[in-house]
Nanobody, 127 residues
């Protein structure tokens, strides 16, 4: 069974940091594009960041550029989202999603082809 499992969410004060993990089981992430998304209550799902398998290219939403960094560790079959300088508006459920895509560079503007989703992890930023 192909599965993505997110972890690392929690509560943090503004200005704090968290690292989310997205671990794959049942398949190797090595040739997959991975996207991170978030959804706050009452809002639509927003693409946050992505990392390509083809060239390790990364892209991010303007709202998180300079604060969030995506990386992958193929040996651990895991993709990470390092989140620094967190703000209350970063509060949301964060999801990772994947698509077998060994030749395509990802763009935050076009991630609707990702089809395997995790269950999400809650991030709350509050004082």
């Amino acid at each position: 069974q192909l599965q993505l499992v997110e972890s690392g969410g929690g509560s943090v004060q503004p200005g704090g940091s968290l690292t989310l993990s997205c671990e794959a089981s049942g398949f190797s992430l090595e040739h997959y594009t991975i996207g991170w998304f978030r959804q706050a209550p009452g809002t639509g799902r927003e693409g946050v960041s992505c990392i390509s398998a083809a060239d390790n290219r990364q892209d991010a939403a303007d709202s998180v550029k300079g604060r969030f960094t995506v990386s992958r560790d193929n040996a651990k079959n895991t993709v990470y989202l390092q989140m620094n300088s967190l703000k209350p508006e970063d509060t949301a459920v964060y999801y990772c999603a994947a698509k077998f895509s060994p030749y395509r560079s990802c763009s935050i503007q076009s991630l609707n082809y990702l089809e395997l989703w995790g269950q999400g992890t809650q991030v709350t930023v509050s004082s």
